[in-house]
């Protein structure tokens, strides 16, 4: 199917564990874009990344590893999860060019026992 | 850096308008969104507008913008009950394409 996709949707795991969120883009967007979303906070970005194999941090990078060996995909891995990072997980992602205009996948909701 | 402002709840009954507000702190922001959330759902990028307008329409939605107060805001005309959902107002000054996104604001319609 044509669009941004993550998966899983939702994940329940265990505080320490290593934990992977997918993102899939069929557009062949440059720009991609991990978010977190709490109540209060609105969304806060964790990485982006401009191009494969070109990765930067965001607001709030702790505890969280990125890669982009593919365009088309931006995984997102907790090395050893926390009980504060439990949340909804937010892929995003935005051709080049002038207009911001991001494109968001569905969410994971992640919860950190 | 950037800081962007939203009341968290608005409640209005089905057929009136609704005025959602936004504030943001960065005078140099060039873009000016608004996305909707609906529940379970990522965002949908409603509309935006450019720092050099001062207001834009689209069917329903009107954005208006007040650069000297850095104020915006996104008026619902004839709000419908699928309007329900979270409005998100967001703010780039380009860059790196950084958006800066504000804390979301509960919209309630009764019917």
């Known amino acids: 199917d044509a669009g941004i996709t993550q998966s899983p949707r939702y994940k329940i795991t265990e505080t320490g564990r290593q934990v992977t969120l997918m993102c899939h883009q069929t557009?062949?967007?440059?720009?991609m874009f991990w978010y977190r979303q709490d109540l209060g906070h609105g969304l806060r970005l964790i990485y982006y990344?401009?191009?494969?194999?070109?990765?930067d941090k965001g607001e709030v990078p702790d505890g969280y590893v990125v890669s982009r060996s593919k365009t088309e995909n931006f995984p997102l891995t907790l090395e050893s999860a926390t009980r504060s990072q439990t949340s909804v997980y937010f892929c995003?992602?935005?051709?080049?060019?002038?207009?911001?205009?991001?494109?968001f996948g569905p969410g994971t909701r992640l919860t950190v026992l | 850096g950037e800081d962007v402002e939203q009341s968290l709840f608005l409640s209005v009954r089905e057929g009136d308008s609704s005025v959602i507000n936004c504030t943001y702190t960065?005078?140099?922001?060039?873009?000016l969104y608004w996305y909707k959330q609906e529940p379970g759902a990522g965002l949908q990028l409603l509309t935006y507008?450019?720092?050099?307008?001062d207001m834009k329409q689209d069917q329903r939605l009107t954005v208006l913008l007040n650069k000297k107060d850095k104020h915006l805001s996104l008026r619902i005309a004839d709000t419908q009950t699928g309007d329900s959902a979270i409005y998100f107002c967001?703010?780039?000054?380009?860059?790196?394409?950084?958006?800066?996104f504000g804390t979301g604001t509960k919209l309630q319609v009764i019917p």
């Open positions: 995003a992602s935005k051709e080049r060019g002038r207009t911001d205009t991001q494109y």
């Open positions: 557009w062949s967007h440059s720009y």
């Open positions: 990344s401009a191009a494969a194999d070109i990765t």
């Open positions: 960065d005078s140099s922001s060039t873009y």
């Open positions: 507008i450019f720092s050099n307008m």
């Open positions: 967001a703010a780039s000054s380009g860059g790196y394409q950084k958006v800066t």
